[in-house]
């Protein structure tokens, strides 16, 4: 009846009173398939959502006929690929280099063109370089979104859903520059964390100078300057006469030499000298791994540089003159300027320092962000889209942990002190929602502005925080007469 009269298997199972999936077994059977169960046996009635999410995941076209998906773990990783390829589709390899090498020989011996893998920590960055070095397109997706996709089973490990997923197309590759810019963020952010470990260091002889009654840092405005550290070292060296610790007082130092031998008149306990002389060993031998980074950084450039023409325009004059703390031991703009063609330090808010950053998070190739939008969503300054039914839920920005997001929000801060363009946009944003959402603002301004230099060589002119002003007015006049009907 069901076969002649050509109803459907629930319209067939409603008429004749049989339970669900018992129907289409005997269907099955006419047709020459082969049954899942016998007629009247017990059959689990599942929800018909269910039915319908796993209909709609069978009828997904397969994108990547050759994919791959791997579970990342500290001792040992699952690779799964399609079961088509071997007999034994999941297999397990250790996180040792040898076994590694193993799991690429056999990906390529099976055809694997792509693999997708979540980004577990770090332990998916050998896996990730050995593949890529195998000649395998590697995919590095969000665990949050690949754990995000319904229709998953219980019965399924995760390097067989990462691997589904990516066959059909659901998985987005974050992104990750190409290796020689891989290599330039490492030591940046190496050099970053020197500093933070010597700043550590600088807290500690401020302590022990404490201790000692010893107030240099009221006389100085920085203890690791010139005089600071001249005065340090003597009191190191033995030296304890504060008369003569004070003839290394610079002639630019507000405080006058009366005060300065005032201050360095204290008790030279010698477990406080030893905490003092401890903590400057300690200090000085991250400033020797910090110039160690830098020249590291400076040969990856001139690597960079090797093949680039010099540009035809000259170095713009630079806006700043002043020296800034912990800067990098080398003309860092003029190697930038040759690697990109244009002047990013003539954006206000970005130093040479910012600059190298945003080089080394994201490269030279902007193109792939499709637009400005794109690029202002990956450092999440673009406001969220929580939206139901027509109604805005949230328009939050995302929180994230992106290095070059906290960077472009001090930037953000700075800027907004200045009498531009973009410190009067700041500071007009700032007394109408609140300074924080105006940081948010200004810092998703200038990843624009950069943007539009780097991919497109626009170049940033300032029209200064008074024509910016008159602009704003103008167009609050317009657009009221364009409301009101008045032209």
């Known amino acids: 009846m069901v076969l002649a009269q050509g109803l459907t298997q629930q319209e067939a199972s409603q008429r004749i009173l049989v339970p669900k999936g018992t129907l289409a077994n005997w269907v099955a059977k006419a047709r020459g398939g082969k049954p899942v169960g016998a007629p009247g046996a017990r059959t689990v009635v599942e929800p018909e959502g269910e039915n319908k999410q796993i209909r709609k995941e069978l009828s997904l076209p397969v994108v990547h006929q050759k994919a791959a998906g791997i579970d990342i773990g500290?001792?040992?990783?699952?690779?799964?690929?399609?079961?088509?390829?071997?007999?034994?589709?999941?297999?397990?390899?250790?996180?040792?280099?040898?076994?590694?090498?193993?799991?690429?020989?056999?990906?390529?011996?099976?055809?694997?063109?792509?693999?997708?893998?979540?980004?577990?920590?770090?332990?998916?960055?050998?896996?990730?370089?050995?593949?890529?070095?195998?000649?395998?397109?590697?995919?590095l997706a969000n665990a949050r979104e690949a754990h995000a996709v319904p229709g998953r089973k219980s019965d399924v490990n995760d390097a067989q859903w990462i691997q589904r997923l990516h066959a059909c197309g659901l998985l987005r590759a974050s992104f990750r520059p190409e290796q020689n810019i891989t290599a330039l963020r490492t030591y940046l952010r190496l050099r970053d964390r020197f500093l933070e470990y010597a700043a550590a260091h600088i807290q500690h002889m401020q302590k022990a100078l404490n201790y000692m009654n010893i107030q240099l840092h009221h006389v100085v405005s920085d203890v690791t300057g010139v005089?600071?550290?001249?005065?340090?070292?003597?009191?190191?060296?033995?030296?304890?006469?504060?008369?003569?610790?004070?003839?290394?007082?610079?002639?630019?130092?507000?405080?006058?030499?009366?005060?300065?031998?005032?201050?360095?008149?204290?008790?030279?306990?010698?477990?406080?000298?030893?905490?003092?002389?401890?903590a400057l060993i300690l200090y000085d031998a991250y400033q020797e791994r910090i110039?160690?980074?830098?020249?590291?950084?400076?040969?990856?450039?001139?690597?960079?540089?090797?093949?680039?023409?010099?540009?035809?325009?000259?170095?713009?004059?630079?806006?700043?003159?002043?020296?800034?703390?912990?800067?990098?031991?080398?003309?860092?703009?003029?190697?930038?300027?040759?690697?990109?063609?244009?002047?990013?330090?003539?954006?206000?808010?970005?130093?040479?320092?910012?600059?190298?950053?945003?080089?080394?998070?994201?490269?030279?190739?902007?193109?792939?962000?499709?637009?400005?939008?794109?690029?202002?969503?990956?450092?999440?300054?673009?406001?969220?889209?929580?939206?139901?039914?027509g109604k805005v839920l949230s328009a939050h920005t995302r929180k994230s942990a992106n290095r070059l997001t906290a960077h472009l929000r001090l930037a953000a801060v700075t800027v907004g002190r200045t009498s531009t363009a973009l410190g009067a946009f700041y500071r007009r944003l700032a007394a109408r929602i609140g300074k924080a959402k105006a940081v948010t603002a200004t810092a998703r301004k200038i990843a624009i502005l950069f943007y539009n230099m780097m991919r497109y060589g626009i170049a940033y002119e300032d029209l200064g925080a008074d024509r910016h002003e008159l602009q704003y007015r103008e167009r609050i006049i317009k657009n009221f007469h364009r409301r009101r009907g008045i032209k």
């Open 74 to 139: 500290s001792r040992f990783h699952v690779i799964a690929v399609p079961p088509d390829l071997c007999q034994e589709p999941v297999q397990t390899f250790k996180a040792f280099t040898t076994d590694l090498q193993k799991m690429a020989n056999w990906l390529v011996s099976l055809g694997i063109e792509t693999v997708a893998m979540e980004s577990t920590g770090v332990y998916w960055v050998p896996v990730f370089e050995m593949l890529e070095s195998a000649g395998i397109e590697v995919i």
């Open 227 to 278: 005089t600071g550290m001249q005065m340090i070292r003597a009191i190191v060296q033995g030296e304890r006469d504060p008369a003569h610790l004070a003839r290394f007082r610079d002639v630019r130092c507000k405080a006058s030499t009366e005060v300065v031998i005032k201050s360095l008149t204290g008790n030279y306990q010698p477990e406080h000298v030893f905490a003092l002389e401890q």
């Open 291 to 389: 110039l160690a980074c830098d020249a590291q950084i400076e040969r990856i450039l001139a690597d960079l540089n090797q093949n680039k023409p010099l540009p035809k325009q000259p170095l713009p004059q630079t806006r700043k003159r002043s020296k800034q703390g912990n800067a990098i031991n080398f003309d860092v703009r003029t190697a930038l300027y040759q690697l990109t063609g244009v002047d990013l330090t003539q954006i206000h808010g970005i130093g040479h320092y910012l600059a190298l950053r945003f080089i080394a998070e994201c490269g030279t190739d902007f193109s792939k962000w499709r637009t400005a939008k794109h690029f202002t969503s990956w450092l999440t300054l673009s406001p969220g889209c929580k939206i139901s039914g």
